[in-house]
């Protein structure tokens, strides 16, 4: 007789969140469209960000408007990475990936993802996918009481996470 090894299920990944950014290089026209863009590429109310730090030689100062974001949960946010696979034509570099398992790309024209029709108001921008996975149990290092860190061995490695979007999302790594 043959014994079936049971996966363990705290160990399956998935995706907690897909945040979309758009970096503006200073406030007015342009983050007026990245705002309309990213309304209409998520269907949510994206927020704009401001700067905490002073850098003169970029002529930066604290609170001016740099980008905006909007973050994307559950199965919405699934739906949306699989047509973003496919405006990237199911390949990603694997410097993409970083050592705790996230990983982030670009498209350069918003025109690449599949189903967004051209916006005249809007133009010609372009916008970062951050995907950041997790797994059960990853709540304790944000709850309120007894907060802990995870242990090293429960943590996403580069090695899973590409093996998780090979299996689940059928994307090759470059």
Excluded at 82 to 100: P, R, Y
Excluded at 141 to 167: C, L, V
Aim: charged share 30%.
């Amino acid at each position: 007789m043959q014994k079936t090894i049971q996966e363990n299920v705290m160990r399956d990944i998935s995706v907690e969140k897909i945040t979309l950014n758009c970096g503006t290089a200073g406030p007015g026209e342009r983050l007026e469209k990245s705002l309309k863009l990213l309304q209409k590429i998520s269907g949510m109310k994206p927020v704009s960000r401001k700067t905490e730090k002073r850098i003169p030689t970029w002529s930066v100062r604290p609170g001016l408007e740099l980008g905006c974001m909007v973050t994307i949960r559950r199965e919405k946010a699934i739906k949306l990475l699989k047509s973003f696979f496919i405006g990237k034509k199911n390949q990603i570099k694997e410097s993409c990936f970083d050592d705790n398992g996230n990983f982030a790309f670009g498209f350069h024209e918003y025109l690449d993802v599949p189903g967004i029709e051209y916006d005249h108001e809007i133009g010609i921008i372009g916008f970062e996918v951050a995907v950041t996975l997790q797994r059960k149990g990853f709540r304790i290092r944000r709850r309120a009481a007894h907060k802990k860190s995870i242990p090293r061995k429960h943590k996403i490695t580069k090695e899973d996470a590409i093996n998780y979007i090979k299996k689940e999302y059928g994307v090759s790594i470059i």
